[in-house]
């Protein structure tokens, strides 16, 4: 088994009940199984993500409820040398392929590590193209 980098994208479309792409629930899955390792921001990507579609109308109180419940069950690896340094790798990522620090840490993490990286962000997996990053 190989571990997989796995961004906020692919966990809110995995759950979201107004998204629920299904390629993105295989890629969580997969993910899960294989060993999800996340840079340190990515508790907060998801949990915002879900704040912001309830504050959106796109479901009730008692459904994000549910949802953070949810996403705390979730077993992941959490990285935190990104977060470390991120004036490093993240920073000149993030500078090189026009994308957030938030998305550059997805990208530096799954290069730094050589794993492949599970994004649903169009953005993302061009910069991680560019860098021979494998994109799930």
Same mark, same amino acid.
């Given at each position: 088994m190989t571990a997989v980098v796995?961004?906020?994208s692919c966990m809110l479309a995995a759950f979201l009940p107004d998204e629920m792409v299904g390629g993105a629930a295989d890629l969580v899955v997969r993910a899960l199984t294989e060993g999800a #390792? $996340?840079?340190a921001i990515w508790r907060l990507e #998801? $949990?915002?993500?879900a704040l912001?579609?309830?504050r959106r109308g796109r479901f009730d109180s008692e459904v994000l409820a549910a949802l953070l419940m949810d996403f705390a069950k979730v077993?992941?690896?959490v990285d935190q040398d990104g977060a470390a340094?991120?004036?490093g790798g993240v920073a000149d990522l993030a500078r090189r392929h026009h994308l957030s620090a938030y998305d550059a840490s997805y990208l530096e993490l799954a290069r730094r590590r050589g794993l492949p990286l599970a994004t649903l962000d169009a953005k993302l997996r061009r910069a991680a193209g560019h860098e021979s990053v494998?994109?799930?």
């Open positions: 796995l961004d906020a #390792v $996340v840079p #998801v $949990v915002n993500g912001q579609a309830h077993a992941v690896s340094s991120p004036w494998e994109v799930l």
